[in-house]
Structures are given as C-alpha cells and as structure tokens.
T-cell receptor, first 112, second 115 residues
C-alpha cells in the first residue's frame, strides 16, 4: 500500500528565516505530487504540482518555491519567510491520469 | 471556470440525527466530484468520489452522496450522526481531461455533533 509522509509536523520560525518542508511517498512510482496551503476559513490553495522529477508548476506567485529532487520526494522552500506564510501545509499525491488525491498528515507552520 | 460552493461553514446536529452537508458545483462539462474529511490537525481523507458511474455514491463511515446534474449538486448525507463524525468536510471538483492539479476545493463545512 502507499504511504505519504511529511515533516516536520510542526514548525515555528521567525520572519525572514528560511524554510524547508519535506514530503515523501512510499509504495508507488512516478506519482504526481502537490503542495497545498490551508488557511483558516479559506479552504485549500494549490501552491505547486509536479508530474515528474525536476518538473514543477506554480499556481500562485509567492515567495515559496518547490523542488522534486527524486521521484517520490517533494520539497517546499522559502529563502525568507513572511508572516503571511503561516498556515497548514499539505502534500498530496495521485497516480497519473487519476483525479482523486491522497493527502499527507500536514505541517503546521507558524511564522512569528 | 470550475468552482465549488459549500453552503454553511458550520453545521450542528444531534447524535443520531441526519447529516446533510451541501455542495454545489459549477462546471462547463460533466465533472468528477469528491468529498474529503479532515479531523483537527490532520490531513484530508477521501470519503467518496463520483466519476460518472452510478449517481448515488457510497463512501466510508456510512456516508453517501448523490450527483444531481439538474441541480449541479453533490450533497453528502449520513442517516445517523455519530460523535466521531465531528470534523471538517470538503467538497472538491475536478474536470475530466483538465490539467494536472485541477482539483478545486470548497471552503469546507465544519460539522459539530451534540450528545
């Protein structure tokens, strides 16, 4: 069976500090990978998705970036965090040509 | 453009009562539709999905949803609420043949279950 992991589970970072969140999927190969941000009362916002190694599509302009260095690894980064980057970050995956997505446990980021 | 509207950001029911969470979608072509559940500080879990087969879809934990094209709706129901159903529920739409990542979520409905 497939499993998706995210870490860290929680993170408190000061404004202006860098960020690195990691997501890995086990039990499948060549998954599509997604990063979402969830803010209170605003539902889920798709930030990035990737259909393969090194292939990243950005949905929303911001100071975040994503990378996919390995087939089942997806990383969300920032060079300098803003207060507005606080939120719950979710990684998700699906198989090629499938529409339902499967979510990881999430990372709660608080920027102070 | 596709969109999803969930009517009611908060719904409260008594234990044993009917649960009805509303979802309406906007799509130029027949969509695929999904319901997810999220417990506090956890990721989203797929409850059920509609992908153009039977219009009445059964999911996990006793939930079901009915696709009604004439009403552009995909409401989620459960005959008898349990305390463990308290969570936030998200409706989502994806357009067949659309670009990868094209899963549009509603803003969620928080369900409370009173004893």
């Amino acid at each position: 069976s497939q499993t998706i992991h995210q870490w860290p589970a929680t993170l408190v970072q000061p404004v202006g500090s860098p960020l690195s969140l990691e997501c890995t999927v086990e039990g499948t190969s060549n998954p599509n990978l997604y990063w979402y941000r969830q803010a209170a009362g605003r539902g889920l916002q798709l930030l990035f998705y990737s259909v393969g190694i090194g292939q990243i599509s950005s949905e929303v302009p911001q100071n975040l970036s994503a990378s996919r260095p390995q087939d089942r690894q997806f990383i969300l980064s920032s060079k300098k965090l803003l207060l507005s980057d606080s939120g719950f970050y979710l990684c998700a995956w699906n198989r090629d040509r499938a529409y339902e997505q499967y979510f990881g446990p999430g990372t709660r980021l608080t920027v102070t | 453009a596709q969109s999803v509207t969930q009517l009611g950001s908060h719904v409260s029911v008594s234990e044993g009562a009917l649960v009805l969470l509303r979802c309406n979608y906007s799509s130029s072509v027949p969509p695929y539709l999904f319901w997810y559940v999220q417990y506090p500080n956890q990721g989203l879990q797929l409850l059920l999905k509609y992908t153009s087969a039977a219009t009445l879809v059964k999911g996990i934990n006793g939930f079901e949803a009915e696709f009604k094209k004439s009403e552009t709706s995909f409401h989620l129901t459960k005959p008898s609420a349990h305390m463990s159903d308290a969570a936030e529920y998200f409706c989502a739409v994806s357009q067949p043949g659309g670009s990868q990542g094209n899963l549009i979520f509603g803003k969620g409905t928080k369900l409370s279950v009173k004893p």
